[in-house]
């Protein structure tokens, strides 16, 4: 899961770099001799690789647990922010203007699948249906004039151009996927990416919300955090979703599923320290006090039932208990971060503005580059 705020930081960091001579959606990410040192946003393991993603196009992969890292070949330049292996051949990656990028060689080589000008096509092509039906009813002249409104927006923003980043995708198989992101992006495939559906009809989020991070629970239920303490949860591979408010007007930006005596407990996470716990499907959500107000940027459930979450800095926050308490761990990693991937007891890979390090939960250990 990408830290939006880092995210937001890359586009302005970004703009002034941006080539010249083509749209960086045409132009092969920059070969860089020190890119294990770029900002990275996400990192995952594929098998027994490990793979990154962040500014610039970079992508990284290691087969070394982090010690060394070799860069993929990549044919965007803009700035990824999640990706996603559902196997350890197959991966999605997800970025800026829309962009949605596959590998299947383990994270070495990738093809773009989609981009914010598919994107936009689509919106507009489903604007346009909608005031069509409209049109259809007789004495619909609101529900005309409002579709009307709305492909005419739709209009613009293509115009505008491939603007919208995506934050996070999903994957329950090489088939299937979920992509989500800004102003309520929703898309949805079934044949490995080679064409996505627009899904954000699926959801009720008439102000069109940001989608944060998108996650499945051991039980199969699909989580989606988001921006003004909303939580999306479907137990229908997504062709429906029920949303939950958690009472807080901020940004989420994940919400995990916890195994619980058969049962399964719901926390959310984000902005400001902030995480909020639910026993009853996110009908009603607990605060949970933690001592300190720093961002929480990534989320783990351990396969016995722990919670770690990772604030911006690298510290931690650990529960036993499904969330009822967490205490603090680790000494920070020296950089902001936005990811974090398991590497070995009591200890993580994390991802940020200066590529990855390596720290425990009692204190960092060493840098993941050499």
Not at 235 to 244: F, N
Request: aromatic share 8%; net charge neutral; hydrophobic share 40%.
């Amino acid at each position: 899961m990408g830290l939006r705020l880092l995210a937001c930081f890359a586009i302005a960091v970004a703009a002034p770099l941006a080539q010249a001579d083509g749209d960086r959606l045409d132009t092969p990410a920059f070969r860089a001799p020190k890119a294990s040192g770029a900002m990275l946003l996400d990192v995952v393991s594929a098998g027994g690789r490990l793979v990154a993603v962040g500014e610039h196009g970079i992508i990284l992969y290691s087969d070394t647990k982090g010690s060394s890292w070799r860069q993929a070949e990549v044919p965007v330049s803009v700035t990824l922010t999640a990706v996603f292996f559902p196997t350890p051949q197959n991966g999605w990656a997800v970025g800026h203007d829309g962009v949605i990028l596959h590998s299947d060689d383990g994270g070495g080589r990738w093809t773009k699948q989609f981009d914010g000008n598919r994107a936009n096509a689509l919106v507009v092509a489903e604007a346009q249906r909608r005031l069509q039906a409209a049109r259809a009813v007789t004495g619909a002249d609101s529900a005309t004039q409002e579709a009307q409104r709305a492909l005419e927006d739709a209009q613009a923003g293509a115009k505008f151009g491939p603007s919208r980043p995506l934050f996070d995708v999903w994957f329950r198989n090489t088939s299937e996927g979920i992509a989500v992101g800004s102003f309520g992006q929703l898309f949805h495939t079934l044949d490995g990416g080679r064409s996505w559906a627009l899904w954000r009809e699926h959801i009720a989020n008439p102000d069109n919300l940001h989608y944060n991070a998108i996650s499945v629970t051991g039980q199969g239920a699909l989580l989606i955090a988001g921006e003004a303490g909303r939580v999306y949860r479907s137990i229908d591979g997504g062709a429906s979703w029920a949303t939950l408010d958690t009472g807080y007007p901020g940004q989420l930006y994940g919400v995990l599923g916890v195994p619980a005596a058969g049962r399964e407990v719901l926390i959310a996470f984000g902005f400001g320290g902030r995480v909020f716990r639910s026993v009853d499907d996110g009908a009603h959500w607990q605060a949970v006090a933690l001592a300190e107000k720093k961002p929480l940027v990534s989320g783990l459930v351990a396969p016995d039932g722990g919670v770690t979450l990772l604030t911006y800095d690298g510290r931690f926050w650990r529960s036993q208990d499904q969330g009822l308490r967490f205490t603090p761990g680790g000494k920070g990693a020296g950089m902001p971060v936005a990811a974090m991937t398991p590497a070995g007891k009591d200890a993580y890979l994390v991802a940020g503005a200066s590529g990855t390090r390596r720290v425990s939960v009692q204190g960092a250990t060493g840098a993941g580059q050499p």
